[in-house]
């Protein structure tokens, strides 16, 4: 449908009952000419970026032209054209007119400048990065408005479930006399709900929800269909596969967060996986309550500090029951074992006190609060037992059914875009992944410059942080401490006030007001940084990061958010992240570098961090 962008964007197939790009294996000299038409077609839309002002003149131009014409038929007509056309520049023009005067019959102001001319750049098919965060959320609203004027059902990808709730009331209070219809989806929502959901005109929704989603529809539509063995099964009676399909194939999707959602979420896979069992396993736990049950209290067990036990007449008459059986109850120390436990299974655990259903499901609260604990060989068993007593399917045995990386699902749209914040030069990598251009408008406000500092150990690096904190406070200067993990946060905290500082702890973003009133020196974890406002924020206002950050795009973003006149990050030489991503002869070198504060020089450390935090990316 989009002309341009489907020129850089081969392997088409858009026709059939699922529409989606198929990728193609490519040759070396057709990849590099790919790469090279989205380069160039990247410089060509940074040069037309500018002159937002004009833009924004010849769309109030063409909205004047349709005031008072009905708006049923010039979108009827609107329609016609882009599906006929594509995205050509007049039409696109005509389609933010519509979009404006919409807006403003329901008594909204019109978008900034800079807000057409991110939306045009989204509608020819590219990533956009605009500074101001009014005008990126203005762009993507005019931008995937205008490409449902199409027709194509269009989908909005967002970081999260609230966000997506969010941005779904954003639209719908924005579309005035469009007939469009705006829907959210709830990662709980059951197959009807989400098939009418997807059938809006614009679905808000997270990568994971739509990605997860697509792969249940390939799993059902594993082959391209026959559309005339489908049109047989109707008149016959029977729907065919396509019609217990979810979506409506990939039109077009909208990225709002894009340098986050396509980099930093890219290594995360998209897996569908099904509980399985073991032929034989589950009839062994059902012989074993069955024996459990007729063995008699008191005559055939007891209770051992509450733990049942059998007594030598409950081993005979188990003994005798399982002389038919065979194979594992021949093994005395095996069945009893089992019996035991199926015992406990029977009389101890109890559902709703012990445990719970959900779903189907039998779960089970963490030992002593620790989730991330292994269950050893008899509390599997214990559990296996439990879920055959409520009739549920063994669990931790999972087969995997379908498995996508996120770029490999984002990358089959027929049509993708989206905003960003900042790319913080990673344009090369989302031309790389999507085959998509990635541009930025000339208000993108410029990076803060970093100073990297590398020293031989964490002991001296913490001599230095305190003493920056110190120096912070005797000028009466902001130093914000940002921590990936609350737990490292917590030892900072307690590191800075055993040497005779005070910093506070900013947990929540809606503390920040109070904590920030006056100048301090604060910790805080990244995430807590993230929902921060900047105008909430004092000014001048210093950054520091001890320790290994995940990527640059962590540092530019943390320090836009901030505001920040100044950004130090530290490493030291003794940090498991560092050693794990540093070659022994880096560190080695690196070593015979330190000056006596145990720093070493700011070129190397600029270079060897540098390093270590791509080895770590």
Request: hydrophobic letters at 45%.
């Amino acid at each position: 449908m989009n002309v341009r962008s489907a020129a850089l964007r081969p392997a088409v197939s858009g026709e059939g009952a699922y529409p989606e790009r198929v990728p193609a294996r490519q040759g070396l000299v057709d990849r590099a000419a790919e790469r090279l038409a989205v380069w160039m077609e990247g410089l060509r839309s940074a040069r037309r970026a500018g002159g937002g002002d004009a833009y924004r003149v010849e769309v109030a131009r063409v909205a004047e032209s349709l005031r008072g014409a009905p708006m049923a038929e010039t979108l009827a007509i609107l329609r016609y054209r882009l599906r006929r056309d594509g995205y050509t520049p007049t039409l696109i023009l005509d389609s933010l007119a519509h979009c404006s005067l919409a807006l403003e019959s329901g008594g909204l102001a019109w978008p900034a400048a800079d807000a057409y001319v991110a939306a045009r750049e989204q509608l020819c098919g590219r990533f956009v990065a605009v500074a101001d965060p009014q005008v990126r959320q203005a762009s993507l609203l005019l931008a995937a408005t205008s490409a449902a004027l199409a027709g194509d059902p269009v989908h909005l990808v967002v970081r999260d479930h609230g966000r997506a709730s969010e941005v779904g009331r954003q639209f719908l209070a924005c579309m005035g006399p469009l007939p469009l219809r705006v829907a959210t989806l709830a990662p709980e929502s059951d197959a009807q709900a989400r098939r009418l959901a997807y059938g809006a005109d614009i679905v808000c929704a997270t990568v994971q929800v739509l990605g997860l989603d697509y792969l249940r529809d390939r799993l059902q539509h594993r082959a391209r269909p026959d559309e005339l063995k489908g049109a047989a099964l109707r008149l016959a009676g029977d729907a065919p596969r396509t019609d217990r399909l979810l979506l409506r194939g990939l039109h077009q999707a909208f990225v709002e967060d894009a340098d986050l959602i396509l980099l930093d979420d890219a290594r995360l896979p998209l897996v569908i996986a099904v509980d399985t069992e073991v032929p034989g396993e589950r009839l062994l736990y059902e012989q074993a309550l069955e024996l459990a049950r007729a063995l008699l209290p008191g005559e055939h067990y007891g209770f051992v500090e509450g733990v049942p036990a059998l007594t030598d007449a409950g081993r005979e008459r188990l003994a005798r029951l399982v002389a038919p059986l065979g194979g594992l109850w021949s093994a005395k120390s095996r069945r009893e074992e089992l019996i035991v436990i199926a015992l406990r299974a029977l009389l101890e655990f109890q559902r709703d006190r012990d445990y719970r259903l959900i779903r189907g499901r039998v779960e089970f609260p963490p030992p002593g609060g620790q989730s991330g604990e292994e269950p050893s060989a008899g509390d599997r068993m214990l559990i296996r037992l439990v879920e055959v007593k409520e009739g549920c399917v063994l669990s931790g045995q999972r087969e995997i059914l379908g498995r996508l990386s996120i770029p490999g699902f984002l990358g089959r749209y027929l049509h993708i875009a989206g905003v960003a914040a900042d790319w913080g030069g990673t344009a090369s990598e989302v031309r790389k992944l999507y085959g998509v251009a990635a541009i930025r408008l000339p208000a993108v406000l410029p990076h803060v410059p970093m100073i990297p500092r590398l020293f031989v150990s964490a002991g001296a690096r913490q001599d230095v942080v305190a003493a920056r904190a110190a120096d912070a406070v005797a000028e009466e200067r902001t130093l914000l401490i940002v921590l990936r993990s609350p737990q490292d946060a917590e030892f900072w905290m307690q590191t800075l006030v055993d040497r005779g500082l005070a910093p506070a702890f900013i947990r929540a973003a809606a503390e920040i007001p109070q904590v920030l009133a006056s100048p301090r020196v604060a910790i805080a974890c990244a995430g807590t940084v993230v929902a921060m406002a900047g105008d909430c924020l004092p000014d001048p206002l210093d950054l520091l990061i001890p320790e290994l950050p995940e990527s640059r795009r962590y540092v530019d973003r943390l320090s836009r958010i901030c505001g920040a006149a100044r950004v130090e990050w530290l490493g030291a030489a003794d940090d498991e992240t560092f050693v794990s991503a540093v070659p022994a002869a880096v560190a080695a070198l690196a070593a015979s570098r330190w000056d006596p504060a145990g720093e070493a020089p700011r070129r190397f450390a600029a270079l060897v961090l540098g390093y270590a935090m791509r080895m770590q990316e």
